[in-house]
């Protein structure tokens, strides 16, 4: 995602930043969140993969030569990506948010 046009479009009064200076904010707060969304990831497959691939192979659907076995799980993959990259990109925007709503906020007074 584009987090700088995100940014200048939620924030107008950020036009007078620097694109780099902006770029190195956002930068900085992707690295500090990474532990986080590492941990989301880690749930996305813990929730939705794994009970999902057991109950496959719990109900007898498992077989290594069937498209809609490995269709099903190339479909939860997807899923849980998908939430992942969902959760991801609502935790930098919040971040970003925060950062910039208080700096904005100490800028007007």
Do not use: C
Not at 30 to 39: I, M, T, V
């Amino acid at each position: 995602m584009d987090y700088t046009s995100w940014v200048r479009k939620t924030y107008p009064d950020t036009d007078s930043l620097e694109s780099g200076e902006l770029q190195d904010k956002i930068e900085k707060i992707k690295s500090a969140n990474e532990l986080f969304r590492e941990a989301v990831k880690l749930i996305a497959v813990l929730l939705m993969v794994l009970p999902f691939n057991i109950y496959l192979y719990v109900s007898g659907l498992h077989s290594s030569s069937s498209w809609g076995y490995w269709g099903a799980v190339a479909l939860s993959l997807l899923v849980s990506a998908l939430v992942s990259v969902y959760f991801e990109q609502k935790s930098i925007k919040y971040q970003l948010t925060k950062y910039f709503q208080k700096n904005l906020n100490l800028r007007k007074s």
